[in-house]
Structures are given as C-alpha cells and as structure tokens.
C-alpha cells in the first residue's frame, strides 16, 4: 500500500522541480551558446544539498529550501576578481556580451517553459488522443443566466464564441473567459440551430479539484453523450496539436490575465505555489481514493494528470516570468531593449528604483495570491478536502 503523503510530496517536487530545473536550463544553455561564464545552476535556495563543479568551473547545486531556482551568470567585476583561479568559470562576463543577446538569454526561460508543456501536450494527445462527443443541456438551474436566456433542457450545445466544442471540457473553458461578458451559444434545439446570447455570472462554488472558488457560470447541468469518439494522431500530427495546445493555453491565460486587470475576474482566479500545492494533494487523495481500481492502473492514471498540470504550470510560469517587472525575465528584456536602442545601459539610480518598485508589486502579487490559495485550501473553512 502507498501512503498517499509522501506521494504527494513526491508529485509536487515532480510538478515543480521539472517546471523549474527546465526554466532555468533555457537560460543556461542560452547563456552558454553566446559563451557567457556560468558561476552556478541552483535549484532551491540556502545550503547546498548536493554541489558538483564541472569542467567549465559551473557549480551545480541542489539547494536545501526546494522555492524556486536561479542561474548566476558571471559578472565583470566577479571575472576580474577570480582572474587567474583555474577553477573560475570560464567564458565572458554577461555585461561583455551585447544586449540582443543578453534578451535571448532573458526570454530562453520562459520559451523553455512553452516547448516543455508543448512536449506535455503532444505525448499525451499521442497516446491518449482526443475525446469528441456530443455535449447536451441536462437541466438549467432557475433564476440563473442560461434560463433567462431562454436555454432549454436538450438542448445540443456546438459552439461556444464561434468556436466549435468536442467535449465538455471546451464548453468549461469558453464560460470560464466570458466572465460578466455576453457570449453567443450555437444549439441544436430539435433538430434546428439557434444562436442565444448569455452573460455568465461569476459566482464562488467548488471547482473540479474541490476548492471553492470563484467560477464563470451558466447555471446548466451538461451530460455527455453515451458514445464518443477518439481522434487518433500521428507522431508529426501529435507534435503539431501539441504546440497549437500551447499556443491555445497562452491566449487563455492572456485573456484571463486581461479581465482580471479590467475587473472583470477575480484576481483570486490566480494561483501560486500554495495554490499548486493545494491542487497537487486534492489530485493525489481523489485519483488514489478508489480501491476498487488496481494500483497499477491508479497510479498510470495520476501520471498522466499530473503531467497535464505541470503543462499547464509550465505555461503560466513561462508567462508570468515574461510580465515587464524589473525582478523578472520580462523587466530584464526591457532593460536589455533599451540598452540596444539607446546605445547604453540605463542609468543606476532608475534602474535601482525600477527594481524597488517592481519588489514592492512582485510582494504584494505574492501576498494577494497567497491568501487566496490559503483561502481555497479551506484551513478557515472555505474550502474542503
């Protein structure tokens, strides 16, 4: 029997450390292709757990507080200092290299993030294809927006926004992004199609995971067809579904991101490590509750969900390093951008304030997010288990 705590501290460094250890690599390797000294690839912060020193002088470090990592890129100062010391890394300074180069080095983390849940997407669609099935209203809920739009039990639901739907899964998302905002519903009703327009209402319920969270609603009970199908892919035609996937995870998120700033999400809909952690347990605990399942067969399902989520982490690590704050690769890219189009780095001192203002709303991002996950984790009483 396996306990299912230490499986879930096994899956939750598996979800982070991946997402992490390849963020990190894009830049180092990115770094090293343009010949920059490496002083050291950490994952973790604090005292070294594990430290190797390779032939390039780069100390590899597995650190002992598993939060995040980070790759130190020598400076001039620090290659002036160790001039001479046969185990300096070797290669050039970071400030010696040009700034279109330097905004490679930035922006390769993040786009690592992109080919990792790009990798994800196409090995799953690969083995397990895609699942298309017919999607119909089982009831509408009184008083709530689908009703009073006029939606009817039975009715076959084709597209959402103008996008065609395969599964229950691309109804959910296109209510989800149309928070407060009108969206157009193409039905099937007796044989006859028909357009109604509704605005979904965000309400705080249960999600998926069992986290009680504000959620974009209809007010409808969805029940699938019976029968389905199974779209099958080839290696190449995997590897294709998987990018547009990709591509398809960065606009929501985009668009999320975007609605939140207009208000009209909540900024709670945003998760942090407290929040992955979270979902991580809820996942463990409902895929390994079912006895009745061989083990076996629980555990090749919990791989595969959880390897979608840490595509989906993959994403939005990959895009929230790429907002324009000082302290992140995106705040670094507009640096590098202005050394390149001015001919000189900016000065210290706005630079030394950008950096202070972009700590102070990086924090309190943190602080705001944090609670929120701590909220949905229902230590007070808001979540459940």
């Known amino acids: 029997m396996i306990t299912q705590g230490p499986l879930f501290i096994v899956c939750l460094v598996f979800l982070m450390g991946i997402v992490i250890v390849v963020h990190e690599l894009g830049h180092y390797l990115a770094g090293r292709w343009f010949g920059v000294a490496v002083e050291s690839?950490?994952?973790?912060?604090?005292?070294?757990?594990?430290?190797?020193?390779?032939?390039?002088?780069?100390r590899w470090r597995i650190n002992w507080i598993p939060l995040g990592g980070f790759v130190a890129f020598i400076d001039k100062q620090t290659a002036d200092?160790?001039?001479?010391?046969?185990?300096?890394?070797?290669?050039?300074?970071f400030d010696e290299v040009g700034p279109l180069k330097k905004i490679v080095i930035s922006l390769a983390g993040p786009i690592a993030n992109f080919v990792l849940a790009a990798v994800i997407f196409s090995l799953s669609i690969g083995v397990h294809g895609?699942?298309?099935?017919?999607?119909?209203?089982?009831?509408?809920?009184?008083?709530?927006?689908a009703e009073r739009a006029g939606v009817l039990a039975n009715d076959q639901i084709l597209a959402v926004n103008g996008k065609a739907i395969r599964n229950s899964s691309d109804v959910t998302v296109g209510i989800m992004l149309s928070a407060n905002t009108?969206?157009?519903?193409?039905?099937?009703?007796?044989?006859?199609?028909?357009?109604?327009?509704?605005?979904?209402?965000?309400?705080?319920?249960?999600?998926?995971?069992?986290q009680m969270v504000a959620q974009s609603t209809l007010g409808i009970q969805m029940?699938?067809?019976?029968?389905?199908?199974?779209?099958?892919?080839?290696?190449?035609?995997?590897?294709v579904a998987g990018v547009q996937e990709t591509g398809a995870t960065i606009e929501r998120t985009v668009i999320l991101l975007k609605r939140i700033v207009t208000g009209n999400m909540s900024f709670h809909t945003l998760s942090g490590p407290v929040g992955v952690a979270d979902v991580s347990r809820r996942v463990v605990n409902t895929v390994m509750d079912r006895p009745e399942i061989p083990l076996m067969a629980r555990l090749d399902h919990l791989f595969w969900v959880?390897?979608?989520?840490?595509?989906?982490?993959?994403?939005?690590?990959?895009?929230?390093?790429?907002?324009?704050?000082?302290?992140?690769?995106?705040?670094?890219?507009?640096?590098?951008?202005?050394?390149?189009l001015i001919g000189s780095k900016m000065p210290g001192q706005v630079e030394a304030m950008a950096l202070r203002v972009g700590v102070f709303v990086l924090v309190a991002m943190v602080i705001v997010i944090t609670w929120g996950d701590i909220l949905e984790t229902g230590v007070f009483g808001r979540g459940s288990s």
């Open 306 to 340: 959880l390897l979608s989520l840490c595509a989906a982490i993959s994403v939005g690590v990959g895009f929230f390093n790429l907002l324009p704050l000082p302290v992140l690769d995106g705040g670094r890219v507009v640096f590098h951008a202005y050394e390149a």
């Open 223 to 239: 029940y699938p067809s019976e029968t389905f199908d199974r779209l099958r892919y080839g290696p190449a035609e995997s590897v």
């Open 81 to 93: 200092a160790g001039a001479g010391d046969p185990d300096a890394p070797k290669g050039v300074p």
């Open 130 to 145: 895609i699942v298309v099935q017919s999607i119909k209203v089982a009831s509408t809920i009184p008083g709530m927006p």
């Open 41 to 58: 690839f950490s994952v973790g912060f604090g005292k070294a757990m594990f430290e190797r020193r390779d032939r390039n002088g780069t």
């Open 182 to 210: 009108p969206l157009d519903l193409l039905l099937n009703r007796d044989g006859s199609e028909l357009t109604v327009t509704v605005t979904p209402q965000e309400v705080v319920r249960e999600n998926d995971f069992g």
